[in-house]
């Protein structure tokens, strides 16, 4: 079992920044792939970004490519999501995730979750 915990959501005005941080339970963290997703009301979750489990390898919906940076400290069981050049678009809740599946973009692909971590960026 791993459990996740977000925080460094808030409010931010359009073209400002937020680093969110999810740390994990457990001591196999750096067998995880840890990706981000996020999800407006109305909307299905989608995926933002994702890490390999030493962090060498990074994966960004086009979405957030050159703004979105995803990084990982495994000695502190920590996956950081750096978020720049907000836009009133990026408002979501923001999850963390892991999965035993290599670079996995799909949420189905993820078997556990944080409670997720709200951004709103006002315009």
């Known amino acids: 079992q791993v459990q996740l915990v977000e925080s460094g959501g808030g409010l931010v005005q359009a073209g400002g920044s937020l680093r969110l941080s999810c740390t994990a339970s457990g001591r196999t963290f750096s067998t995880y792939t840890m990706g981000w997703f996020r999800q407006s009301p109305g909307k299905e979750r989608e995926f933002v970004a994702v890490?390999?489990?030493?962090?060498?390898?990074?994966r960004y919906a086009d979405s957030v490519k050159g703004r979105f940076t995803i990084s990982r400290d495994n000695a502190k069981n920590t996956v950081y999501l750096e978020m720049n050049s907000l836009k009133p678009e990026d408002t979501a809740t923001y999850y963390c995730?892991?999965?035993?599946?290599?670079?996995?973009?799909?949420?189905?692909?993820?078997?556990?979750w944080g409670q997720g971590t709200q951004v709103t960026v006002s315009s």
């Open positions: 890490i390999s489990g030493s962090g060498s390898i990074t």
């Open positions: 995730a892991a999965a035993n599946i290599v670079l996995a973009v799909s949420a189905a692909r993820y078997a556990y």
